[in-house]
């Protein structure tokens, strides 16, 4: 069974900074595509950043420049860092894993239960 766990969300003033992490089972080779999205209240889930199997990263526009996903293969984690938070970050992150396509429009197989990061201005 795949098992995607998010922790490292919380509460936050604007310009802080968090570190999310996503804790993937075992049977997740994390060679495969990964990513992080979000869901603000009232809006639909986005893509955040995606990292593929080599390395290279590709973000979504809002946070190129403040946030930065990365992956440690030997502990099967990844990780989102974001710096320079705003209100407009305000939503419940999500980390997923193994798309064909590695896009920010979504297209993974697996997906955590997301956590909430709530930063106030």
Not at 9 to 20: D, I, T
Not at 27 to 36: E, P, Q, R, S
Not at 65 to 71: A, M, P, Q, V
Not at 79 to 90: A, K, R, V
């Amino acid at each position: 069974q795949v098992r995607l766990q998010e922790s490292g969300g919380g509460s936050v003033q604007a310009g802080g900074s968090l570190r999310l992490s996503c804790a993937v089972s075992e049977n997740v080779n994390m060679g495969h595509c990964m990513g992080w999205f979000r869901q603000a209240p009232g809006k639909e889930r986005a893509g955040v950043a995606t990292m593929r199997s080599e390395g290279s990263a590709r973000y979504a526009d809002s946070v190129k420049g403040r946030f930065t996903i990365s992956k440690d293969n030997t502990k099967n984690t990844l990780h989102l860092q974001m710096n320079s938070l705003t209100p407009e970050d305000t939503a419940v992150y999500y980390c997923a894993a193994v798309s064909a396509f590695c896009l920010l429009n979504g297209g993974f197989n697996y997906w955590g239960q997301g956590t909430q990061v709530t930063v106030s201005s």
